[in-house]
């Protein structure tokens, strides 16, 4: 039966996520370590929720299901080249994709993009109501926080894991993307590409350029080839999501398309053009894969990765 509320926050102790073996430190196929790692962070949120009950604890699970688990590979697999295995890293793992949860949530609201799809399910504000996304979306950044430090690195790691994600989250990455982002629908220039540049590198690259962090992070380093990989990623992911607005069937990409153009957005299309901004991407996906070099063969996953971030189609 599940536990009241009030009644678990005086649980002295909460109960261990049990390991029942040890993974190694083998390099898998892309889809293979995708699907793999998106099980595992799954498995730790709900695990994190098991004795919860109520809308909100249900509202957290129903946002972080059905998605790629991009975020969390990518915690994993940059984990394990350096030297941590997946039972080590999937805390990390889970939190990244709980607070980006969190933040496509909060995003759907009618206060902010005002969505009614979301992974081609309806959007939590539309399948309970707005005071349920809030505070799921509030409940899923705390929940991040909570996660990491039961990542399996040394605490002052595990320190340097959650100052860097409050960092990259709030008013210096992901929100202070999304505030420029607001304030663009009514500013009376539209942006330039340097100024959607920095936005984007805000708003989706902080979170992804975190995750490609997590492995360092972990092993103690604060500068690491995977700090260039992840800043060219996020861009790349960014401009293939501006892509995905114009080519992209709502069916397929699982929320709406065109809201861009319809609102009249500057976005990568409509500063470089269709093709300019594909060739853009390809680009950047390149210069992600030449700053891995360092790690040979072990990194090939990552840069099937980054082929993957612009050949998707959702």
């Given at each position: 039966?599940?536990?009241?509320l009030?009644q678990?926050l005086?649980m002295p102790?909460?109960?261990?996520?049990?390991?029942?073996?040890v993974?190694?430190l083998t390099r898998?196929?892309?889809a293979e370590?995708?699907a793999?790692?998106?099980?595992?962070?799954q498995?730790?949120?709900e695990f994190s929720l098991l004795?919860l009950?109520g809308?909100?604890?249900?509202?957290?699970?129903?946002?972080?299901a059905?998605?790629?688990?991009?975020r969390?590979?990518?915690?994993?697999?940059s984990?394990?080249l350096?030297?941590?295995?997946g039972?080590?890293?999937s805390?990390?793992?889970a939190?990244?994709e709980?607070l980006?949860a969190y933040?496509?949530?909060h995003?759907d609201?009618?206060?902010?993009?005002d969505?009614d799809?979301?992974?081609?399910?309806?959007?939590?504000h539309r399948?309970w109501d707005?005071a349920?996304?809030v505070?799921t979306?509030?409940a899923?950044?705390?929940l991040?926080?909570?996660?990491?430090?039961q990542?399996?690195?040394p605490?002052?790691?595990?320190?340097?894991l959650?100052?860097?994600?409050?960092?990259?989250?709030?008013?210096?990455?992901m929100v202070?993307?999304?505030a420029?982002?607001i304030?663009?629908?009514?500013a009376?220039m539209?942006?330039?590409?340097?100024?959607?540049?920095?936005?984007?590198a805000?708003?989706?690259g902080?979170?992804?350029?975190?995750s490609a962090?997590?492995?360092?992070?972990?092993?103690?380093?604060?500068?690491?080839?995977l700090?260039?990989?992840g800043d060219?990623?996020?861009?790349?992911?960014?401009?293939a999501d501006d892509?995905?607005?114009?080519e992209g069937?709502a069916a397929?990409?699982?929320?709406?398309?065109?809201k861009?153009a319809?609102a009249?957005?500057?976005t990568?299309?409509?500063?470089?053009g269709?093709?300019?901004?594909?060739?853009?991407a390809?680009q950047?996906?390149a210069?992600a894969?030449?700053?891995l070099?360092c790690?040979?063969a072990?990194a090939?996953t990552?840069?099937?990765?980054?082929?993957f971030?612009?050949?998707?189609?959702k």
């Open positions: 039966m599940a536990m009241p009030g678990l005086w102790e909460l109960p261990k996520f049990e390991v029942t073996r993974e190694d898998k196929p892309f370590a995708l793999n790692a998106a099980a595992a962070a498995g730790r949120i004795q009950s809308p909100i604890p249900d509202a957290m699970k129903y946002a972080t059905g998605g790629k688990g991009l969390a590979f990518l915690a994993m697999e984990a394990r350096h030297g941590f295995d039972v080590r890293a805390p990390a793992a939190a990244i709980a980006h933040s496509l949530v995003d609201l009618p206060c902010m993009d969505d799809l979301r992974r081609g399910q309806p959007t939590v399948k707005e349920t996304a505070l979306g509030d899923l950044q705390a991040a926080f909570q996660l990491i430090a990542a399996g690195c605490a002052e790691a595990r320190l340097n959650s100052a860097a994600l409050a960092i990259a989250a709030g008013a210096h990455g202070g993307g999304q420029m982002d304030a663009a629908e009514t009376d539209p942006l330039t590409l340097d100024e959607i540049t920095e936005l984007q805000g708003k989706t902080a979170l992804i350029r975190w962090m997590v492995g360092p992070r972990m092993a103690g380093l604060h500068h690491d080839p700090d260039v990989y060219c990623l996020g861009l790349a992911f960014q401009i892509v995905l607005d114009v069937d397929e990409v699982g929320k709406a398309v065109g861009d319809d009249g957005k500057a990568f299309v409509t500063l470089l269709l093709q300019g901004a594909k060739d853009r390809t950047l996906v210069e894969c030449d700053a070099s790690y040979g072990e090939e990552l840069k099937e990765a980054a082929q971030v612009i050949a998707r189609r």
